[in-house]
């Protein structure tokens, strides 16, 4: 999980991600937002579901869909924080505190991943 660095809800628990710029793929957003925000490159990427979400942006809340991706990554020896994340932490699923977790979607994921990918 990352702690993110900026508002809204900065300090709190989040995953890496941002928004897909206008012409780019899911696939390549993840590519460059996973670069950008933890300095990795990810070996292998699959889809794993999408949830809806509501996020504040420039003082709006704007609907949004959040596009899920598994990554599996071998090298982390260049893993830093950076761009809108101020921390990085490992968690298994369970012990996740949902109060840390801001966002619904984000929620909604963790709770699929618990009980075992199912919606």
């Known amino acids: 999980m990352t702690r993110r660095g900026i508002e809204p809800a900065i300090g709190k628990l989040d995953l890496p991600g941002g928004f897909v710029d206008p012409g780019e793929s899911a696939e390549n957003a993840l590519f460059r ?36 991706f598994k990554c599996r990554v071998t090298d982390f020896s260049k893993l830093k924080y950076r761009d809108d994340i101020c921390g990085i932490e490992f968690f298994k699923l369970e012990e996740i505190d949902l109060d840390e977790v801001p966002f619904q979607s984000v929620k909604n994921i963790i709770r699929k991943l618990l009980d075992g990918g199912n919606y």
């Open 33 to 68: 937002e996973i670069g950008e925000e933890l300095d990795l490159v990810p070996d292998e990427i699959s889809y794993y579901g999408s949830f809806p979400n509501q996020y504040q942006f420039s003082g709006t809340i704007v609907d949004t869909i959040d596009l899920v």
